[in-house]
C-alpha cells in the first residue's frame, strides 16, 4: 500500500524559508505514470494547490504563490520537498503531500495524514 | 481560476440520515471533479473521481453526480465513520481548485 509521509519543521520565523520532506513507502516515485505535489490548507481556509512534480524534475506551480515555492524530487531517496521562502503569517497551514496520475485528467488519489507549519516569530 | 463552491458548510445529521451535499464550479469542468473525505490527523481520502465513479473499497451509500457546473454527493443512510469533512476539487483545468468543504456533524 502506498503511503505518504510528511516532515519538516512545525515552526519558521516570518521572512524565513519553510522547507518540507515527503517521504514516499510501498511505491515507486519514479514511475512515469505520476505527478508528486503539495496542497494545503490555512486554519479556517480551504485547500489550494501549491505545485506538482515529474521524477524527471519537471515541475509546475500555482501562479497563487507568486514564485515562492519550490519542489524538488531525490528519487534515490524517494523523497520530494517543498520550500517556501519568505514566509508571512498566511503561510500557516497544514501542508499536506499526494500523488495525482500523469496522463490526461485525474484526482489526488493518494495522500500523506498532512503537517502543521506555523509562522511565527 | 475556477471557484468551487460547496453548500452547506455544516451540515448536522442523524445516523441514517439520507445527506446532500452540493459543488458548484465557476465555469464548466465537463465530469472532472473529485470527492474527498477527511478525518481529523488522517490523510484525505479519495471517494469519486470523475464526478460520479467510486474508488475502489468505498462503500455503495456514497454516490455522486452531475456535469458541467453542478455536481452533488450523496450518502444515503449515514453511518458512525461517516462523520467528516467532505470536499470536492476540479481537475478540468490549470490550478486545480477546492471547495471549502462540508463538515459532517453528529446531530
Known amino acids: 500500500q502506498l503511503q505518504l509521509r510528511e516532515s519538516g519543521p512545525g515552526l519558521v520565523k516570518p521572512s524565513e524559508t519553510l522547507s518540507l520532506t515527503c517521504t514516499v513507502s510501498?511505491?515507486?516515485?519514479?514511475?512515469?505514470?505520476?505527478?508528486w505535489g503539495w496542497i494545503r490548507q490555512p486554519p479556517g481556509k480551504g485547500l489550494e494547490w501549491i505545485g506538482s512534480i515529474f521524477y524527471s524534475g519537471a515541475t509546475f506551480y500555482n501562479p497563487s504563490l507568486k514564485n515562492r515555492a519550490t519542489i524538488s524530487v531525490d528519487t534515490s531517496k524517494t523523497q520530494f520537498s517543498l520550500k517556501v521562502n519568505s514566509v508571512t503569517a498566511a503561510d500557516t497551514a497544514v501542508y499536506y503531500c499526494?500523488?495525482?496520475?500523469?496522463?490526461?485528467?485525474?484526482?489526488?488519489?493518494?495522500w500523506g495524514q498532512g503537517t502543521l507549519v506555523t509562522v511565527s516569530s | 481560476d475556477i471557484q468551487m463552491t460547496q453548500s452547506p458548510s455544516t451540515l448536522s445529521a442523524s445516523v441514517g440520515d439520507r445527506v446532500t451535499i452540493t459543488c458548484r464550479a465557476s465555469q464548466t469542468i465537463s465530469t472532472w471533479l473529485a470527492w474527498y473525505q477527511r478525518k481529523p490527523g488522517k490523510a484525505p481520502n479519495l471517494l469519486i473521481h470523475r464526478a460520479s465513479t467510486l474508488e475502489g473499497g468505498v462503500p455503495s451509500r456514497f454516490s455522486g453526480s452531475g456535469s458541467g457546473t453542478e455536481f452533488t454527493l450523496t450518502i444515503t443512510s449515514l453511518q458512525p465513520d461517516d462523520f467528516a469533512t467532505y470536499y470536492c476539487q476540479q481537475y478540468n483545468s490549470f490550478p486545480w481548485t477546492f471547495g471549502q468543504g462540508t463538515k459532517v456533524e453528529i446531530k
Open positions: 510501498g511505491g515507486s516515485i519514479s514511475s512515469s505514470n505520476y505527478y
Open positions: 499526494a500523488r495525482r496520475g500523469a496522463h490526461g485528467y485525474n484526482p489526488f488519489d493518494y
